[in-house]
Nanobody, 123 residues
């Protein structure tokens, strides 16, 4: 059974940094492309960032370019989301997702989802 478990969320102030982790179990991380999505209160879930299986290709939503980075440690079956210069509008539940197919930005591409971790940015 494939599972994704996110961690690292919390309450921070604007301008702070936070690193989220996502651990994959039941499948080797090297066999999937990974992504982070987020859902803010009252809004639909949206794409944030994605990384290919080998880590050579990454794609970012315009809203996080220059502030967020994604990385993966296939040996630890873990993907990371480093979030810097956080803004109030980054407040959301953050979900990691995995796809057996090619990297992409659409939710429908992704086969496995975590339960999410809350990130709150507030002064």
């Amino acid at each position: 059974q494939v599972q994704l478990v996110e961690s690292g969320g919390g309450l921070v102030q604007p301008g702070d940094s936070l690193r989220l982790s996502c651990v994959l179990s039941g499948r080797a991380l090297s066999t999937v492309a990974m992504a982070w999505f987020r859902q803010a209160p009252g809004k639909e879930r949206e794409f944030v960032i994605t990384i290919s299986r080998g880590g050579g290709n990454t794609y970012y939503a315009n809203s996080v370019k220059g502030r967020f980075t994604i990385s993966r440690d296939n040996a630890k079956n873990t993907v990371f989301l480093q979030m810097n210069s956080l803004k109030i509008e980054d407040t959301a539940i953050y979900y990691c997702a995995a796809t057996r197919g090619l990297v992409g930005t659409q939710e429908s591409r992704f086969d496995y989802w975590g339960q999410g971790t809350q990130v709150t940015v507030s002064s």
